[in-house]
């Protein structure tokens, strides 16, 4: 059977580093409160000439030189993104654009910070349908432009960045030891939308809004529908959390992660965990985490390794792959 194995992987930060420390003199609030809450020491801000699609350009060269592979060698490019920079067209055709790359297709999947595991799964079925033998699949943001910086509850907690992988479509046995992605679990619930949203958008205040959300209530839904939605995408593939070898969640706050890693009884060794240094990045999170263990030699070939992401809507999911 096709299974759609990664090839390579790369990443993007802005020149730019945040420490909490910096948001002295713009909201009240300390080093020790942010890292207390939420794990993060630091985050990346985009600079004027930093955008969705320069960063986003940045990881997939940076994943094609990795890969080995030249835009010539692709015939699809989804990128997973909020903060577009344009309404429209996609900026993925812009990213298509800049990469000199004519043929093939490419467009941008909406689920804020779920959007790379979205993405990885639509990645996946166009591969084994037989639509593309090669997909560039990015996740690339710029959140600190729909941030409201007088709101301390919510500035202090993103930055910007982008990741990407090439996917190709490989044969496989069909067995979980092949490589590439063995099991997936997508939902979303729009009953929660009020709880992490941006208050405009095109259709409505014509504007492109601020980031508005009630934290403690996400809080409060996160580690459980990340078990569920881990719980079922394990049924999928036959196994239990003492299979994997990486635990790669989205990087939101750390405390999410802890208390899903222990519900799960996922060991703290085999956890990546990046929201430290990067903030929430929301759909670069998981690839950015992914490029930082694969570059320190964690992630390897052959490893099983579970991606997991929840973010407004709410939307959630899981992907299970062998590297
Ligand atoms: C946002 C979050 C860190 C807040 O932590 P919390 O323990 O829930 O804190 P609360 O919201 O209850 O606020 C506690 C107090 O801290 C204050 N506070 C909020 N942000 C602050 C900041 N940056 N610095 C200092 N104090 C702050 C609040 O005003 C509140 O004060 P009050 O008690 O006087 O009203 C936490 O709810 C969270 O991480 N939620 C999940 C958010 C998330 O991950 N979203 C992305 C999902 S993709």
Redesign the pocket.
Same mark, same amino acid.
């Given at each position: 059977m096709i299974r759609s194995v990664v090839r390579g992987i790369g990443s993007a930060l802005p020149r730019r580093i945040m420490k909490n420390t910096d948001f002295e003199g713009v !909201?009240?609030?300390?080093d020790e409160?942010?890292v207390q809450?939420?794990g993060i020491r630091q985050r990346h801000i985009a600079a004027d000439d930093e955008t969705t699609a320069s960063l986003g350009e940045a990881a997939a060269r940076a994943a094609l030189d990795n890969a080995g592979l030249t835009p010539a060698d692709l015939d699809l490019i989804v990128l997973a993104t909020s903060t577009p920079n344009n309404t429209f067209p996609a900026t993925a055709v812009d990213i298509q654009q800049r990469l000199g790359m004519r043929h093939g297709f490419a467009f941008d999947m909406q689920a !804020?910070?779920s959007g790379f595991v979205y993405a990885v799964t639509a990645a996946d079925l166009y591969l084994r349908g037989g639509q593309a033998k090669r997909v560039l699949v990015i996740g690339s943001e710029t959140f600190s432009r729909i941030l409201d910086w007088n709101d301390?509850?919510t500035c !202090?907690?993103f930055g910007d960045g982008a990741g990407a992988i090439v996917m190709e479509a490989g044969e496989g046995a069909g067995t979980i030891a092949d490589r590439g992605v063995l099991a997936a679990s997508l939902r979303s619930d729009g009953t929660h939308k009020e709880k992490?949203y941006v208050d405009g958008g095109p259709s409505t205040t014509g504007t492109v809004g601020h980031l508005r959300?009630e934290?403690?209530e !996400?809080?409060k839904h996160?580690v459980g529908m990340i078990t569920d939605v881990i719980e079922a995408t394990y049924a999928q593939a036959g196994i239990t959390s003492a299979d994997l070898d990486w635990f790669v969640p989205?990087q939101?706050?750390k405390?999410?992660i802890d208390a899903s890693a222990r519900k799960l009884g996922i060991a703290e060794e085999k956890v990546v965990v990046t929201v430290d240094r990067h903030g929430?990045t929301?759909a670069a999170s998981v690839p950015l985490a992914l490029a930082v263990a694969v570059a320190d030699g964690r992630i390897k070939k052959g490893d099983l390794v579970l991606l997991e992401a929840?973010?407004?809507g709410f939307t959630w999911g899981a992907v299970l792959l062998r590297w």
């Open positions: !909201v009240e609030t300390s409160w942010i809450r939420t !804020v910070c301390r509850s !202090v907690l992490l959300m934290g403690r !996400v809080f996160a989205h939101a706050n405390r999410i929430n929301s929840m973010g407004g």
